[in-house]
Each structure stands twice: as C-alpha cells, then as structure tokens.
C-alpha cells in the first residue's frame, strides 16, 4: 500500500510539472504533437529511472563514503548528461523520425530541472533505500508523460477552434497549462 500512494502522490498530486513546476521548458516546446509528447515522456521515463539508479548508488556508496556530498550537483549532472547522450545515440540508430522530432529538447533532458530535481529529491527523502527511490522517479516521470501528453492533446485540439488573434500561440498554451495545473490541484485530497 505504501507504493501505490508513493506513486498515486508522484503522478497526480505532487506532479512535477502542474504541482512542482520542474521541467516547464519541454513541457511548452514539446508538447505540439501528442506523438512528440510521448516520445519526449519515455525519454524522461527511460533519463530520470536511470539517473535515479546510478546517481543513488554513487550518492550512497561514494560521496557521502568519501565525504564529498558537496559534489553531489556536478556529479548528478554528469551522470544525467551520460545518459541522456546514451539516449541520444540509441533513438538516432533506433528511431530516426522521433530522434528529428524532438530535436533541440533530446539533449536538453541534461538541463532538465526536473529530472535533476528529483534525483537531488531522492537523495534527500529516501536515501537508505534504492527502490523507494527507482519506483518513486518512475512514478515522477509517468506524470511527467502524463502531463505532457494531456497537454499536447489539447494544444492539438487547440489548432481546429478559432481562437483570438492575441491569444494564439504561447498565450493561449499557458492559460491552458494553468488550468490544466489546477485540474491536478484537485487531486491533493487523494492522499
């Protein structure tokens, strides 16, 4: 029972895009085609389980061994950026036409705050236990596709109704991510 509100908690109350606000730039340049946002979302899945995994590990077993948790920021980003190259050259052999379509945003799953944030987070909340950890970055990246993929399905909907002309394009997108946000604010009582 303890993972199932672990991960009901990560993938709806404490989203980490509606709730947490981490990861706002691939949420708003991804997000145009639902194809897009899931291929996006899987990276992340894929990025930030990963990340999670190692960046506990080196965290456990190394830094605070040695005594150097004051690396533990530019480790993490080294570790994220290994794999997010790793993933990079995967998708360009594997899958050409997602590695085109997300372009720029790939290599910026590096900078990704949210993905740094939450392998910080675990290293903070559930640093004696490496699978609290694993489920609970799962669970974070599954609400992150969640969010973006809902996101994108409605930008596309967007596309087919007339909107004012001032409000086309960004403007309309970030109302729309606000009210999306304070649909998922409704989830807080859950848990």
């Known amino acids: 029972m303890e993972y199932v509100i672990m991960i009901i908690g990560a993938v709806l109350v404490n989203n980490i895009i509606l709730s947490q606000f981490l990861g706002i730039c691939p949420f708003l340049g991804v997000s145009n085609k639902v194809g897009t946002s899931l291929g996006m979302g ?3 899945i894929f990025v930030m389980t990963l ?3 190692v960046t506990s590990l080196i965290n456990k077993y ?3 061994t040695l005594e150097l948790e004051f690396l533990q920021t530019i480790t993490f980003i080294l570790v994220i950026a290994a794999l997010v190259q790793m993933l990079e050259i995967v998708l360009k052999k594997t899958s050409p036409g997602l590695y085109q379509a997300l372009g720029i945003f790939l290599p910026l799953i590096t900078t990704n705050c949210a993905v740094l944030g939450v392998a910080i987070l675990v290293t903070q909340k559930f640093a004696d236990s490496i699978i609290h950890s694993v489920v609970y970055s799962v669970a ?3 609400g992150f596709l969640l ?3 809902i996101f994108a ?3 596309e909907q967007l596309d087919l109704v007339k909107v004012p002309k001032a409000m086309q394009g960004i403007p309309v997108a970030l109302i ?3 009210i999306l946000a304070l649909a998922f604010m409704g989830f807080a009582n859950l848990v």
């Open 176 to 178: 729309t991510a606000g």
């Open 147 to 149: 969010a973006i993929t």
């Open 51 to 53: 990340a999670t995994l």
């Open 42 to 44: 899987i990276a992340v």
């Open 62 to 64: 190394l830094l605070v």
């Open 153 to 155: 399905g409605i930008r």
């Open 140 to 142: 974070t990246a599954i």
